[in-house]
């Protein structure tokens, strides 16, 4: 067992998720490389100081570039607001240290592209959680091994209802694209549809600012977006992500459609997937549910019992193993930062889609 110094950059809800990963993923996965969390930087000394008493760091600070200098860092976690992610993942790869990068990759295509174009060679990844729970790690099995045949149709979304309220006050997340619906919940479910079904050939969107005026200044970014897509594949796809879908608190999910059946899923009940099998009798045919347990991917590492479930931290936990791994045997981990550029593209070209009415060939961006 090796150790590795951690550095995390940002201390607030995704460094906390982020920091308990590294603490556990050693005993979890019995991983080669164990993690010593060196440094946490906040954007407060104090802040910074709360979050190394609370999350276990040897140090804390208030500058990113020390945390990215320092030599008892060695591998970097960049959980930051996305406009800072370019500027702190190109100067800890001018080091050479392998960089976690949390999504959206950058707050543009061109971040992300420069942030790809920084990597080249080194250890990478872009933080897509979701699609890592074993419930889609197994989806993602049956549709490669053509146990639902062929893909005709996918229809997946990403929608919350945290600012359904139009009396919910404006604050950072009703400011700027980056922090818009298309720029924080629909890159989780495009990097999904991407995942299960393949690349996007082309699209036609529409995206909308519902609620133009909250209290407390104007609403600068959108509510919610819908998209028409053609995979690579020749499969239809619809998606549509939402911040003000009432009722819905985790609502990540998708239906897959082939030619000898189906399967759907909803992150809401995350330890399950349904599926639908043609060739069954005609007595018993239709959607089942199956309860993931040990038999589906990186399950049994949590846990003994069928049913019992795994949780969000558990999919941190899975990430921080694969980014160990990518460190460890210097080979790349899906998603790399290319693979988050490929997220960033499709959003710009629903973006162009939206403005222009019109279908986008995502190719073209």
């Not at 709360?50 to 999350?55: D, E, F, G, S, W």
């Not at 991917?297 to 969000?312: K, L, S």
Request: proline share 5%; charged share 20%.
């Amino acid at each position: 067992m090796t150790r590795i110094g951690i550095g995390i950059v940002g201390g607030g809800y995704m460094g906390k998720a982020h920091a308990v990963a590294m603490s556990a993923v050693g005993a979890v996965f019995n991983t080669a490389l164990r993690p010593h969390l060196e440094m946490v930087c906040a954007t407060s000394a104090k802040s910074a100081e709360t979050y190394r008493a609370a999350y276990g760091f040897a140090r804390g600070t208030d500058r990113w570039q020390d945390l990215v200098q320092d030599p008892l860092v060695e591998a970097i976690i960049i959980a930051s607001p996305q406009g800072t992610h370019r500027a702190i993942a190109e100067a800890a790869f001018a080091l050479n240290k392998p960089v976690f990068c949390e999504k959206p990759l950058g707050a543009s295509l061109d971040d992300s592209r420069a942030m790809v174009a920084a990597a080249c060679g080194q250890v990478s990844m872009t933080g897509f959680n979701y699609i890592r729970t074993p419930a889609s790690q197994f989806a993602r099995k049956l549709i490669a091994d053509g146990t639902i045949g062929d893909v005709t149709w996918f229809r997946g979304e990403h929608t919350e209802d945290f600012l359904a309220n139009p009396d919910s006050p404006a604050n950072w997340r009703t400011d700027g694209d980056a922090n818009g619906t298309m720029g924080d919940l629909a890159p989780h479910m495009i990097n999904g549809a991407l995942a299960l079904i393949g690349p996007i050939s082309s699209l036609v969107a529409e995206i909308e600012t519902v609620h133009k005026t909250r209290p407390g200044g104007p609403v600068t970014n959108d509510d919610h977006g819908q998209m028409m897509c053609r995979f690579e594949n020749g499969a239809m796809g619809q998606m549509y992500f939402s911040r003000i879908s009432h009722g819905r608190k985790m609502g990540y999910a998708y239906e897959v459609t082939g030619t000898r059946g189906a399967i759907r899923f909803d992150q809401e009940d995350q330890n399950a997937i349904w599926l639908y099998c043609a060739d069954d009798p005609e007595a018993t045919r239709g959607f089942r549910k199956i309860l993931i347990g040990p038999a589906h991917p990186d399950y049994a590492a949590f846990c003994q019992g069928p049913g019992h479930g795994t949780g969000y931290q558990d999919q941190i936990i899975i990430e921080a193993r694969d980014f160990l791994r990518a460190i460890e045997t210097r080979t790349p981990v899906w998603p790399t930062f290319a693979d988050g550029m490929a997220v960033n593209q499709v959003i710009a070209a629903a973006l162009v889609s939206s403005r222009g009415k019109s279908w986008v060939d995502v190719a073209s961006l």
